[in-house]
């Protein structure tokens, strides 16, 4: 069974630009969340989807923002990066949303804002 | 708020000695809790969760993690430390009720180094 899966893993923009995140959730998994991760403040909640719906979103600015398609699929699109926008973007996914559901992590896609 | 305090941000064991690395959390009900691991460059493996039932949770790769609930800890234990084990791992809380969402509240992490 394949896991969570994240494109690109790796990408370079300037600042200004906008940039889109993908994630494809395990199979059959309807959650899911978006972290940030930084040398500075860590692992940070940005949102989570479950059925195509956003249930919970982090302290993040309204540049940051997200979507969830009818087959769980996500994205998720920051604009007019700064280079403080220059992170570790980590996708998860769960079957539920909450009541002891395993959440699994992608690999991530390592974003640099120049 | 919940928070979760990983007080130990570096620690340093010799490969077959044992490990226990701390996690405090601070949350209004019993949490679901969790262990990842992260390897340089990777992202985030699950070692372990604690749902509810039996306080001591077995985990992958050796590990294990016990709940106590007077303490409000969920500390992480490896009998015997191998040299792969050298990564950065997290304790995380979240919300235990169904449908209340997959937000996770990560510490800090603590960075493992193993000596050979």
């Known amino acids: 069974k394949a896991g969570v899966t994240q494109t690109p893993r790796y990408l370079i923009k300037t600042r200004g630009q906008q940039v889109t995140l993908s994630c494809s959730p395990i199979?059959?998994?309807?959650?899911v969340s978006w972290y940030q991760q930084t040398p500075g403040q860590g692992l940070q909640f940005l949102f989570e989807?479950?059925?195509?719906?956003?249930?919970n979103k982090g302290n993040f600015p309204g540049r940051f923002s997200g979507r969830q398609f009818s087959n769980s699929r996500s994205e998720m699109n920051v604009s007019t990066l700064e280079l403080g926008d220059s992170a570790l973007y980590l996708c998860?996914?769960?079957?539920?949303?909450?009541?002891?559901?395993?959440?699994?992590f992608g690999e991530g896609s390592w974003l640099t804002v120049v | 708020a919940q928070s979760v305090t990983q007080p130990d941000i570096h620690i340093t064991v010799s490969e077959g000695a044992s490990l226990e690395l701390r996690c405090n959390y601070s949350?209004?009900?019993?949490?679901?809790l969790f262990w990842y691991v992260q390897s340089p460059g990777q992202g985030l493996q699950l070692l372990l969760k604690?749902?509810?039932?039996?306080?001591l949770v077995q985990g992958i790769k050796g590990f294990e993690a016990e709940f106590k609930r007077s303490q409000s800890s969920f500390n992480l234990r490896k009998p015997s430390v191998h040299w792969s084990d050298a990564a950065e791992y997290f304790c995380a809380v979240g919300p235990i009720l169904t449908g209340g969402g997959n937000k996770l509240t990560f510490g800090t992490g603590t960075q493992l180094k193993v000596e050979l």
């Open positions: 989807y479950f059925s195509e719906t956003q249930r």
């Open positions: 998860a996914s769960s079957l539920e949303a909450g009541g002891g559901n395993t959440i699994y």
């Open positions: 604690y749902f509810s039932g039996d306080t």
């Open positions: 199979s059959g998994h309807r959650s």
């Open positions: 949350y209004g009900a019993t949490p679901y």
